[in-house]
């Protein structure tokens, strides 16, 4: 079972697909399940959430839920204490072969904050005893669900963002967010100059009062010293930037 008092490993298992499985070379077993929605969103009025988990194999699952405070630090996401904010049940879930199971998140302490408060739900495989005959690679499946808290009055994200030239001739990009509210960043273009651009993927949260960064690296031909335009999608929608604070090695 998972350690319920402090976590300070960083949760790099941020998933944003709607299943996870696994497949490893050679004998391996694993779990495969689902859940919807993909993140909670709570307010003093909506102080409940609720998620199906699905088991899309043909044996049952035990799962461990656990709600932890998240955090950006140095450009990653920290888990770093188990919250007493907010209650799920059941804790330990057990999901038959082929079946749903129901799991609710409640809101059980309101605190007068003006900013959006955020947290993780993290959903752990508990492994099941293996035969004496069993050899192979038993691989236990985590999913980490975003928990947004809305304050009383309406808050939005602002996003200023930056551009460095790095020395090695890579371009770190930079999104720091000055509003009160996340915004998940889906993907976005680099758009230059002279007409070239560069798709940048992974999708990020970027949290109140947080930044963070993504590093491409453009063609040699690029003026480091151009402006650029960042080109966008976003949770909230569509978005479009100018950024003419380049900084150049």
């Not at 102080?47 to 988990?53: A, E, H, K, P, S």
Request: hydrophobic share 45%.
């Amino acid at each position: 079972m998972m350690n319920a008092t402090v976590l300070t490993k960083k949760l790099l298992w941020w998933l944003c697909a709607g299943v996870i499985s696994i497949a490893v070379a050679g004998n391996a077993t694993a779990g495969t399940f689902s859940i919807s929605p993909l993140r909670i969103e709570l307010d003093r009025k909506h102080n409940i959430g609720v998620l199906t988990l699905h088991n899309e194999e043909d044996a049952p699952l035990l799962i461990q839920a656990q709600i932890v405070d998240w955090s950006q630090d140095n450009n990653e996401d920290i888990a770093r204490v188990v919250s007493k904010d907010l209650l799920v049940t059941p804790t330990v879930i057990q999901v038959a072969p082929n079946s749903d199971q129901i799991v609710r998140v409640a809101l059980r302490h309101v605190e007068n904050s003006e900013s959006e408060l955020h947290y993780r739900l993290i959903l752990s495989e508990v492994p099941q005893p293996k035969s004496e005959k069993f050899t192979g690679l038993s691989v236990a499946l985590r999913m980490s669900i975003p928990i947004f808290i809305a304050p009383a009055n309406k808050v939005q994200p602002d996003l200023v963002w930056n551009a460095k030239w790095q020395t090695d001739g890579s371009l770190k990009i930079e999104a720091f967010n000055q509003g009160k509210a996340h915004l998940q960043v889906t993907d976005f273009e680099i758009l230059f100059a002279d007409a070239d651009k560069l798709h940048v993927n992974p999708a990020r949260y970027v949290l109140p009062g947080s930044h963070v960064s993504w590093v491409v690296k453009p063609v040699a031909s690029i003026d480091h010293h151009a402006a650029l335009t960042i080109h966008g999608f976003s949770d909230q929608g569509e978005f479009r930037v100018a950024v003419s604070n380049v900084d150049a090695q």
